[in-house]
RNA sequence: GGGCGCAUAGCUCAGUUGGUCAGAGCGCAGCCUUCACACGGCUGAGGCCACAGGUUCGAGUCCUGUUGCGCCCA
């Protein structure tokens, strides 16, 4: 808990007070002289073990900023705080993810572009300021293309920027980093071929879930599942009897004996491949080996067992098809079935040559004539024809049976994914899943319960992780595949480059040993065209952010880091996909720590979203209600907890800013009446009242600083907060007289004065230091009344119990018993005799007698003199009250006298 | 269907290992133009701690179940 490394002593000066404090242009003033003096800047020559490094979320430029992002910024913000003034060299650059589709899929909609790969030259983009939204998209070369997105994300991270400076987020500028930018290119195809290398990544053909809108594979993580109208339709296959025996030669009979399956995809008949039962249903067991025929297309397929198959579903038995959704992949697999690819990339019905080898029919012109009203077709389309048709040929058992039920999406697209066989590169994390879910248990997570998010989608990985993506904006897989003398591929055996050749881009670079002109020539070379899923890039933050490889030195400082704040809907993504690739590269964990940040509701306890229109833009917000403000309700909310936005407690954040202001404006005003150069220190403090203050804040300090140390920065503040209103609405107006020393106070003495006026510096230098992290703006200022000009208070340490006078330190928990507590007590009673009589608090009381036990009495005697003042008692007497009864204040309050 | 979380004053939430734990702030009502603060201050009313059982001398606090809400996964 003691400082780590040396820093500059902050020593206090006689206070230079300004005329009326506001917190107006705070902002402004102190993020323009933190960035001057270098305030947050990290010092890469501290030794690692005294470094706190924050992995920052980079978050998406291309989105909108919104109150989220002050919320949970604001978290990391105040622990980052906290362990600067606590001695550590804090690592807390940002990032920006500005590659990868969200980036491609603004630059469309703002510039009215699309990115045609075909085009090899054109004129540069076209005329932003003539674009009209009922324009088709004009098509630009893929360089122009991203020559906009790069454009255009640096006019978002400007933004971005803006905000984050205002919010005061005490990162270190100079180490902000991008997604697209060539160092984190590098990192991720360096990262990329070492997986390459050591067989933790591999190419392979196969069913991928594809968006047909964006033409593009989704992993697993990106998938979202919504409730999508349908229907069962039940339809007849004509049984042929074991496979064994000789095919009929004639198309079947539609009224003949049959089996009935269940589906909500019929327009995928044709890619039938099977029926599958479960292995154990009497109904269907003396089926399994025998052949159907498929309604319309008189396909031969097998009846197969397969414990996923789920007899209570529909009819009991399925069909399988290449491929309708993710069971059927799971079938096509695990029994080797054929493949019949019926959906295209486009997501249209392709050709389907029936009577051609793998499309054998007992009535190919038949299943042609039929398959001609669906070729072409987009699913629902075709849905509807081929129900009209199996319909019309007896096929269809009644009508279509109407459910919803869940249907797979990509997370931003519109349409249902399909499932189509592509070359798609994976990172084999299914032999990874042990190994990850002993890395969860190590990782310390706040709140705890957050870890389950973890492991049940560890537990739930279905497949190892696509990270390759058709797409245009992103970091190019760093590899070429030799072309055979007919021009075709050889995936298997990649070219790839020299890890100091990085970063590359294959579509623009030649492997090595080849030459540019070989480009796609039989007998030279192509490039891969894919780039890399926009995770497969930030799973390395603390790769790219700490100069792995790049910059070792500082790499061996921060490196793996202490802290990963984030919210709780990327458990999935981001923290998994971190953990995965600093397991496989470094053996270890990124972090020690990670801090979940909730939610902002809208007041009705919805997550705000732009489509309800209840989204607050925060920069409106931080201009009006002061940066401090809007900080004290994010850091209210309690870490991984949903909170709701709430402007009313941005409001008391404000009053509590000013309040801060006001205070330290009386407090540190009493100090400079002390004269000349001696302020007083913590020794000055004598008088039990200013002692009781102090041991009771000597209790905040413990708590705030085990709070912190537990990254509950909401409890931190909580703690700090309730004591300084106390602070304020008692202490204050105890001391106010004594702190004075006017010569009229009833019992004039120097050396009491002294002690309240060194309890008043010491008790707001803590107080500030405690509220810095909450609120850095309003108490820079006001540490700057009294500080010299290079020394910020988020440089100072963190307070210590060591600070106190030893007789404060050493007094007991008071228990309500204390002198502050039951001068607090007597107060309030003179105030409620006050208020009762609707009289001004000035008014003087005629006479007031406390009644309580002895102890308490004696604990109280030091404050009485403090409590005439305060209460403008003329006579304040004390009885001793025998045991059982309870303590009591009598307040007579004096005759009003006609001025 | 499985998992996680939440249910405490009108609202937003504290209540850390069971024994002054029934609290804070906002809002509301009333009062006070006090020399740090009217972008104030003071005072006050308000709750069978979701429901039903159980453990215990004693339970918002632990256990079981129920209900409602939210999220994650299937």
Known sequence: MSPLRPRPDQPARRPVLPERPALEGLEEKWSVRWEQAGTYHFDRTAPREAVFA?????????????????????????????????????????????NGLPTERRVQNYFGVRCDPSITEDSGPPDRAGRRGSEPPVPVSRPTFVALCHQLTAEDEGAFEALFRRLGLSVDWRHTYTTISDRAVRASQRAFLRLLRSGHAYSTEAPTLWDVDFQTAVSQAELEERPLPGAYHRLRFPLL??????????????????????????????????????????????????LVATPLFGVPVPVVAHPLADPEKGSGIAMVCTFGDTTDVVWWRELALPTRTLVGRDGRLQPAPFGSPGWESLDPAGAQRAYAELQGRR????????????????????????????????????????????????????????????????????????????????????????????????????????????????????????????????????????????????????????????????????????????????????????????????????????????????????????????????????????????????????????TDAVRYWAASGRPGVDTAFDEAQMKVGRRLAIKVLNASRFALGRLADEGAETLPGPEAVRHPLDLAMLAELGEVVREATAAFEAFDYARALERTEAFFWRFCDDYLELVKARAYGEPGATTPDPEASRSARAALGLALSILLRLLAPFQPFVTEEVWSWWHDQDASIHRAPWPRLEELPVAAREASAADGQGTLALASWVLGAIRRAKTDARRSMRSPVAQAVVRHRPEALAALDPALADLREAGAVLELRTEALPDGQEPAVAVELAELSEP
């Open 379 to 626: 699913p629902e389309a075709a849905r509807r024809r081929i129900a009209e048709l199996l319909a019309e040929a007896g096929y269809l058992v009644g009508e279509p049976r109407p459910i919803t039920h869940p249907v797979k999406f990509y997370e931003r697209g519109e349409r249902p994914l399909e499932i189509v066989s592509s070359r798609q590169w994976y990172v084999r994390t299914l032999p990874l899943r042990q190994r990850l879910l002993e890395r969860g248990r190590e990782l310390r997570w706040h709140p705890p319960h957050m870890r389950h998010r973890y492991e049940a989608w560890v537990e739930g990985l279905s497949s190892d992780w696509n990270i390759s993506r058709q797409r245009f904006f992103g970091v190019p897989f760093p590899v070429w595949y030799p072309l055979d003398d007919e021009g075709q591929p050889d995936h298997d055996h990649p070219l790839v480059p020299p890890e100091e050749a990085l970063p590359v881009d294959p579509s623009v670079d030649t492997p090595p040993g080849y030459r540019p002109e070989q480009r796609g020539r039989p007998g030279g070379f192509v490039g891969d065209p894919d780039v890399m899923d926009t995770w497969a890039t930030s799973s390395l933050t603390p790769q790219i952010a700490g100069g792995w490889e790049d910059d070792p030195e500082l790499f061996g400082r921060v490196f793996p880091m202490h802290l990963r704040p984030q919210a709780h809907e990327i458990i999935r993504t981001w923290l998994f996909s971190t953990v995965v690739r600093a397991e496989l590269e470094h053996r270890s964990l990124p972090w020690s720590d990670v801090a979940i940040s909730g939610w902002v509701l809208d007041p009705d306890r919805k997550k705000m979203s732009k489509s309800k229109g209840n989204v607050v833009t925060p920069l409106d917000l931080l201009e009006r209600l002061g």
């Open 241 to 290: 009897g074991p496979a064994d025996r000789p095919l009929p030669l004639s198309p079947p009979d539609p009224a003949g004996p049959a089996v009935e399956i269940e589906t909500t995809r019929p327009e995928l008949l044709a890619a039938c491949v099977a029926l599958v039962c479960h292995p154990d249903d009497p109904r269907y067991q003396p089926l399994v080996g025998q």
């Open 54 to 98: 924050i992995d920052t979320p980079p978050p998406t430029v291309s989105g909108s900023l919104h109150v989220g992002h002050v919320f949970s910024y604001t978290h990391a913000d105040t622990i980052a705080r906290y362990q600067r003034m606590q001695g550590r060299e804090v690592f807390y650059p940002i990032g920006w993810d500005d």
